[in-house]
């Protein structure tokens, strides 16, 4: 069973930078749908971005691109998540999430939590005016 760690979370003002990671262990990550979701104080999660486990096709939420990259190294079982020109209203709980379908095709990705089987503890991103 894939168990996902995500670091890199903090404390950042506007228009900083983050870069968030999710390590994976008892699995291999290269087999793997991967996707980032976050969920702020009192409201449901929300996609961010999502890659195919051949890291051919990747997805972002309309709120995020320009600012946001979603990338993978397989070989190292990580996945990656670049976030520039933070706002506050980026301030949320980030996740990372496994979906098991990237095992049928390399092009696989999905935005829907659902539709993922593995997923991180969480890591805390809180951006200040």
């Known amino acids: 069973q894939v168990q996902l760690v995500e670091f890199g979370g903090g404390l950042v003002q506007a228009g900083g930078s983050l870069t968030l990671s999710c390590a994976a262990s008892?699995?291999?990550?290269?087999?793997?749908?991967m996707g980032w979701f976050r969920q702020a104080l009192g409201k449901e999660r929300e996609f961010v971005a999502a890659i195919s486990s051949s890291g051919s096709r990747r997805a972002k939420a309309d709120s995020v691109k320009g600012r946001f990259t979603i990338s993978r190294n397989n070989a190292k079982n990580t996945v990656y998540l670049q976030m520039n020109r933070l706002k506050p209203e980026d301030t949320a709980v980030y996740y990372c999430a496994a979906d098991w379908r990237g095992i049928v095709s390399g092009s696989y990705y999905s935005e829907h939590d659902y539709e993922y089987d593995y997923w991180g503890q969480g890591t805390q991103v809180t951006v200040s005016s």
């Open positions: 008892g699995g291999t990550l290269s087999s793997y749908t």
